[in-house]
């Protein structure tokens, strides 16, 4: 038989928090959530817009992408988290952003 007393510890250990990015048009951001439901930290940061001609607008995929880590890791620093302690992910971005690159 699994003993009881071991959901206790094990329980205690199980990640705590629920990590919320949005990597929008200007900015990226990124909220870490506990187990309530309730915003424990944030972090925000816009990155530049490129306007190659009239009507085009464009974006850097590396700055994209260091805002995002940027903001994830100053929520957690702001709520003392680790990697460990999250329990999981969720993302929402441009949706119309495409990346090509020529191998």
Same mark, same amino acid.
């Given at each position: ?9 094990? !329980? /205690?250990?199980? $990640?705590?928090?629920? =990590? %919320? ?35 085009? !607008? /464009?974006?850097? $995929?590396?700055?994209? =992408? %260091? ?37």
């Amino acid at each position: 038989p699994f003993p009881l007393s071991t959901l206790g510890s094990r !329980a /205690e250990m199980a $990640p705590s928090y629920v =990590l %919320a990015i949005d990597q929008g048009t200007t900015s990226s951001r990124a909220i870490l959530f506990d187990k309530d439901g309730q915003v424990k930290a944030s972090e925000q940061q816009e990155f530049p817009q490129y306007y190659p001609q009239p009507g085009w !607008a /464009e974006h850097d $995929p590396k700055e994209i =992408l %260091a805002s995002v880590l940027h903001c994830a890791e100053g929520a957690m620093k702001k709520a003392g988290a680790s990697k460990e302690d999250i329990a999981g992910i969720g993302i929402t971005n441009q949706r119309e952003t495409t990346v090509a690159w020529d191998k």
